[in-house]
């Protein structure tokens, strides 16, 4: 993407996440019957327009400082272009980890498990560059188990502890 599209794109992500942000807000507590802010409906829906709302935040931020469509980003790995057939293989690829992720693991394992592959493969499959030395790409393999375990682990615990929604 430009920066002008950049631009474009975080202004709609902020206007959509406040609409989300007003409407869980406007959702019942049910303090009728016992229930408190962290058991509202819009709780969920409230945190995640509140991140998409810095999410979008941020893009307009690194698109108005951008002087060139990819100047203000410092990636190792080779940009891809859309359209093209990285591009495409990019995604059928995700396309795969997720059908594979959602319609495979997901209910055979325990759903950390299959979180922490699924976020494992993704890191390691989309970060890896076999230009890289052997030390760099070891290092790579082991920040993608170690980010997949955390990411499985606090899922897990946050869906289960804290939202009390029970995971297959």
């Known amino acids: 993407m430009t ?3 950049d631009f ?4 709609v992500l902020i206007v959509f996440s406040g609409a989300v942000v007003f409407e869980s807000l406007r959702m019942p507590v049910f303090e009728q019957r016992g229930g408190t802010m962290l058991t509202a409906p819009g709780l969920v829906p409230g945190a995640l327009g509140i991140i998409l709302a810095l999410c979008g935040l941020i893009l307009l ?8 469509p990819h100047e203000s980003r410092n990636l190792e790995a080779e940009s891809v272009e859309e ?3 990285a591009a495409w293989s990019r995604l059928i690829t995700m396309a795969v980890l997720s059908i594979g992720y959602a319609g495979g693991l997901v209910g055979w ?3 950390w498990m299959a979180t922490f592959i699924f976020v494992s493969l993704s890191v390691a499959i989309f970060e890896w560059n076999p230009r890289n030395p052997p030390g760099k790409r070891y290092r790579l393999l082991g920040f993608a188990l170690v980010e997949g375990l ?3 682990l606090a899922v897990s615990y946050i869906f289960e ?4 929604v029970r995971l297959p």
Not at 8 to 11: F, N, S
Not at 61 to 68: C, E, I, N, Y
């Open 109 to 111: 394992l325990p759903f």
């Open 83 to 85: 359209g093209t057939p």
């Open 61 to 68: 931020v690194r698109s108005l400082l951008a002087r060139k």
């Open 3 to 5: 920066s002008r599209q």
């Open 161 to 164: 502890q804290i939202f009390l």
């Open 8 to 11: 474009y794109t975080a202004l």
């Open 150 to 152: 955390l990411a499985g």
